[in-house]
């Protein structure tokens, strides 16, 4: 079964601070990577995502991921947050072939202005 | 127009009541799941479904049953809710093609009392 790790559930940091959040999954084949956005009170929105091909990936707003196979690890990055980045951020696995998608339990990121 | 939408938005209930949640998407996908959100722990599949005929258990289905009306809504229902099912419903459809990415309705967010 496929499992998303997630570290430091809860960051705070300065707005023009770069931000990396860390994603690692537990999966030995090939996958679908996700990070998911939750603006407060809002729906999970996609960032980003990668499927094949440039294993570094540009989201939008600014947000980019590198997939590393080595490291089974998908870390978010953006290199100066804003106020509005203030969200919950969720990385998510998808084994190829499986139906289903395993999310992180989330981190919960606080820019202060 | 959202592509896929929830109802009700929130609602308060007491211990012992039945509760439907619906969801329905324009979308024309074919998947679809419920998920439950709770501080924390991230999303967490309860049911998912992929055509009228096929309902799948997720891994918190305890409590919890599903009808997949048409291909365009799905419902969920707690037979007898109870205070632990306090939490934020999200609902999701996929397509059967491409890369996996679901997408997401606003959320119900139902308070158990």
């Known amino acids: 079964a496929q499992s998303v790790s997630q570290h430091n559930h809860h960051v705070i940091l300065s707005e023009a601070a770069s931000l990396e959040l860390g994603c690692n999954y537990s999966?030995?084949?090939?996958?679908?990577l996700f990070w998911y956005v939750q603006y407060p009170g809002q729906h999970l929105q996609l960032l980003l995502k990668y499927f094949s091909g440039d294993p570094l990936v540009k989201g939008i707003k600014g947000f980019e991921a590198e997939f590393i196979k080595s490291k089974f690890s998908f870390n978010l990055r953006k290199p100066s947050v804003q106020w509005s980045d203030t969200a919950e951020y969720f990385c998510?696995?998808?084994?190829?072939?499986?139906?289903?998608?395993?999310f992180g339990k989330g981190n919960q990121v606080v820019v202060i202005p | 127009d959202a592509d896929v939408t929830q109802t009700p938005r929130n609602r308060i209930t007491k211990t012992g009541k039945r509760i439907m949640l619906e969801c329905s998407q324009t979308k024309g996908h074919d998947r679809m799941y419920w998920y439950r959100q709770d501080p924390g722990l991230g999303l967490r599949l309860i049911y998912y479904s992929f055509d009228v005929k096929d309902i799948n258990k997720g891994e918190i289905s305890d409590g919890y049953s599903v009808s997949r009306q048409a291909q365009a809504k799905f419902s969920l229902s707690l037979e007898s809710a109870i205070p632990n099912q306090t939490a934020l419903y999200f609902c999701?459809?996929?397509?059967?093609?491409?890369?996996?990415?679901?997408?997401f309705g606003p959320g119900t967010r139902l308070t158990v009392l």
């Open positions: 998510a696995v998808n084994a190829r072939g499986n139906n289903r998608l395993a």
């Open positions: 999701a459809t996929r397509s059967p093609l491409g890369d996996n990415e679901q997408f």
């Open positions: 999966y030995g084949g090939t996958v679908n």
